[in-house]
């Protein structure tokens, strides 16, 4: 005999299978995945750029001629007795005049010779005399040049003209040439002269203690921005120089320090300063090419207080309505040199058999700095290895949902204010004459700034960048 069920339980049974097939997929599945493992970043390499200070060097030459003045004055040469029948007194009547022309130091020295002359016929003839006066100019040239060691070294020659007609004193019967007598007298004291040029211009340019002072002077730090702490620091490396230049009534040399600059903040830096000024090297031109290193941070604080609040609470529809994604709470830190992206999700498929999710995923990136609109950004981002294990077998339909796409969009990281706040303290501190100390000052310019490189540390995104321009140390006491 046939059973018959009734209507009742066929309803029933009806209602267990659609639970038992429905149930399943209503389930939200837990997907806590763990963080990578922890790595050390790669220690940064932050790529030194080489700088080049100026430090114009400009003696006038009327320092040079005022101090000859004083030293070589009135009697030069004279003789105490006759030789030959003449005797001579040399004497400086005006003042030594002194020009800088095509790279060589010029004087023009005003004498007055004075010239007694004697003859005696027979030894019991009187003796006869006579005298003479005349002027004359003697003109030298004076080549200028620095060893490898900062001295100054000159080398000076010079002659004088006794023109179409040259001296000579007629006594009695006999007619004396003096010309060849007093070259005798004067060529001898000429070159002591010209050795007396060489000592005072050698005294007078001292180009190693302007060397000295600015060697030392770039070594002070000082402080370029104190809103942020900020101080310059300079580590000089060596130094050079275009060649002695003598002309416009001034010596003058540009000097270049080659150095590395760069920017640090916190308290007052103590740098251990080298006071030995290296030797010399030789150039043809003059290079002042300013980079100075330049520093922004974005602490991981700051950043996942950030993305919170652009990005917490919020609910995405990814790939065309198929999911909705709440995020709950995001933060960031760093983990070897990738940006670590923690979420922790609710979602769901919206097409299909309705499944939902809940837990934690990573997702890591690579930071990099974006001169355009100085920013720090994430490039590459990607779930963590663990988080797509975790994934694949519980919730693979997230993998390929998009969420990283729109998490990408808000990781860029502002660092316009901070960077040009601190370009703007270094150009007002070396565009305004600030002083290094009592005998040095800055002078320069900032022209641009260009991304070096970005690295991370246990606390924040370290993001460098190159200031470019000129600059000059301007010596005005020593």
């Not at 299978?17 to 790669?42: G, Q």
């Not at 740098?271 to 090419?289: A, C, H, R, Y």
């Not at 207080?305 to 917490?312: D, E, N, P, R, Y």
Request: charged share 20%.
């Amino acid at each position: 005999m046939k059973k018959i069920f009734a209507p009742k339980y066929i309803v029933l049974i009806g209602f267990a299978w659609t639970v038992s097939v429905l149930l399943p997929s209503c389930k939200t599945v837990n997907i806590n995945s763990k963080p990578p493992d922890k790595e050390l970043a790669t220690a940064p390499r932050i790529p030194q750029v080489l700088s080049v200070i100026n430090v114009p060097v400009s003696i006038p030459v009327s320092q040079i001629q005022n101090r000859i003045n004083q030293e070589l004055n009135g009697i030069i040469y004279k003789d105490d007795q006759f030789k030959n029948n003449i005797k001579m007194t040399v004497t400086k009547t005006g003042t030594i005049v002194v020009t800088a022309d095509n790279n060589l130091l010029n004087f023009s020295i005003p004498l007055h010779i004075n010239v007694q002359g004697q003859y005696q016929p027979c030894t019991i003839c009187p003796t006869l005399s006579k005298s003479a006066e005349f002027d004359i100019v003697i003109k030298t040239s004076s080549s200028v040049s620095v060893t490898q060691a900062w001295q100054v070294q000159t080398k000076t020659s010079g002659d004088y003209d006794w023109g179409q007609q040259k001296p000579n004193l007629s006594i009695g019967p006999i007619n004396i040439p003096l010309s060849s007598v007093i070259d005798l007298a004067l060529k001898p004291q000429m070159d002591k002269i010209f050795a007396r040029f060489d000592q005072e211009i050698q005294n007078r340019i001292s180009i190693k203690d302007y060397v000295q002072k600015a060697w030392v002077a770039a070594q002070s730090p000082f402080m370029i921005d104190k809103t942020y702490n900020t101080w310059l620091i300079i580590n000089p490396v060596g130094v050079s120089a275009t060649a002695l230049q003598a002309k416009a009534g001034q010596i003058s040399m540009s000097i270049g320090i080659k150095s590395y600059i760069s920017t640090i903040s916190g308290d007052m830096p103590h740098p251990v300063v080298n006071n030995t000024v290296p030797q010399l090297e030789q150039n043809t031109g003059t290079d002042n090419s300013f980079n100075a290193t330049l520093s922004g941070e974005v602490t991981y604080a700051f950043a996942s207080q950030m993305l919170q609040s652009q990005v917490g609470g919020q609910t995405y529809t990814l790939d065309d309505n198929k999911y909705s994604m709440k995020v709950d709470s995001i933060s960031l830190s760093g983990n070897a040199d990738y940006i670590l992206i923690r979420l922790d999700l609710e979602g769901k498929q919206l097409t299909g058999n309705h499944k939902t999710i809940k837990g934690t995923v990573y997702m890591q990136g690579v930071p990099y700095y974006d001169p355009e609109d100085m920013t720090i950004k994430v490039k590459n981002l990607d779930y963590s290895v663990k988080t797509k294990n975790v994934l694949i077998k519980s919730a693979g339909w997230l993998l390929k949902a998009g969420l990283e796409n729109e998490v990408r969009k808000h990781l860029v990281f502002p660092l316009k204010d901070k960077l040009e706040d601190t370009r703007q303290a270094l150009q007002k501190s070396i565009n305004n004459n600030v002083r290094i100390n009592d005998n040095a000052y800055f002078k320069g310019n900032v022209n641009s700034i260009e991304p070096l490189a970005i690295y991370l540390t246990p606390f924040s995104i370290m993001a460098t960048v190159n200031a470019k321009g000129t600059v000059t140390i301007v010596i005005d006491k020593l």
